[in-house]
């Protein structure tokens, strides 16, 4: 009996691994190149057998990535019985260079599937030799030969001292503009306008962008970060709060309808026209620019 029961396990892994072999994963970046926290689509896809279950919670990224919008699995499938899964996210690299996300933990069955990932170029926010070291000036000269034992280690710790705050200065100064170089929702709401919207897939995207855009513009204004609720959650949270975020009875009506409509592409068969879109977005954005300044004043 233990034998039969050793022999199915080994047969299953070897089915999983077998699958795991036939499938194959590719990431891509869309564009291809960004400035630090300038957000792009991560675009993961998984051609697999049709019985396999390919399985992903997240990117695994680290600290120099920001997550703005992770989809759920899509399923489409050939003629021949191949199926392809994706998944897209929108994200943002706080670091420049040549970025790649390695070790995905994207699973098929037990086994853990390699991804082929393209590379994002980041470019940086400070100008070419920027962060380059500069010569210290203006420091006094110390004859040390001339000075006691006391004051000559007074001397090499004050030396110690102003190149320690100097290099302090220096990791500040060119860490500060990363962190800020998010923009404000209305401005990637206005970057999104003008994105290509020719294709469904582009479309469903872009609503999904809405939403989550319009949903941080009010969590700014009221100083609570929701971004883990639910669409439904974060309405019957928000809700009661709308007098506080300063929104009058037809702006409350217009963040209604935008999320309504977006609720009907994200999650049904709804596909309007890239003009219709647009002008989802131009108006979703101008309520975003409306919520912001306040968030501001109070941040």
């Known amino acids: 009996m233990k034998r039969a029961w050793l022999g199915l396990a080994l047969a299953t892994l070897a089915g999983a691994a077998a699958a795991a072999q036939e499938a194959a994963a590719t990431l891509r970046f869309e564009p291809a190149s960004a400035a630090v926290g300038e957000p792009v689509r991560a675009l993961l896809s998984v051609t697999h057998a049709r019985a396999a279950a390919p399985a992903l919670s997240s990117l695994g990224l680290d600290d120099s990535w920001v997550v703005f919008e992770a989809g759920a699995r899509r399923i489409e499938t050939d003629a021949s019985g191949r199926t392809t899964s994706s998944w897209e996210f929108e994200i943002a690299s706080l670091e420049p260079g040549e970025r790649r996300i390695e070790n995905i933990p994207l699973k098929l069955g037990e086994a853990q599937l390699q991804v082929e990932a393209g590379v994002l170029a980041v470019s940086g926010v400070l100008a070419a030799g920027e962060d380059a070291p500069r010569e210290t000036r203006g420091l006094p000269e110390l004859d040390l030969e001339e000075r006691g034992g006391a004051g000559r280690w007074l001397a090499i710790g004050a030396l110690a001292a102003v190149a320690l705050g100097f290099a302090l200065w220096l990791a500040l100064r060119k860490r500060r503009p990363a962190m800020q170089a998010v923009?404000?929702?209305?401005?990637?709401?206005?970057?999104?306008?003008?994105?290509?919207?020719?294709?469904?897939?582009?479309?469903?995207?872009?609503h999904f962008a809405l939403t989550r855009l319009l949903r941080e513009a009010a969590d700014l204004r009221l100083g609570r970060d929701r971004s883990g609720l639910t669409d439904e959650e974060w309405r019957a949270a928000s809700i009661a709060q709308f007098d506080a975020a300063g929104l009058d009875e037809r702006e409350r009506q217009l963040l209604e309808q935008l999320l309504d409509r977006a609720g009907a592409v994200k999650y049904g068969a709804e596909r309007p026209t890239h003009w219709a879109t647009r002008e989802a977005l131009a108006s979703a954005r101008a309520l975003a620019a409306r919520l912001e300044p306040r968030a501001e004043a109070a941040a």
Do not use: G
Request: charged share 20%.
């Open 183 to 206: 923009p404000a929702p209305s401005s990637r709401l206005a970057l999104l306008e003008a994105k290509p919207l020719d294709t469904a897939q582009e479309v469903q995207a872009a």
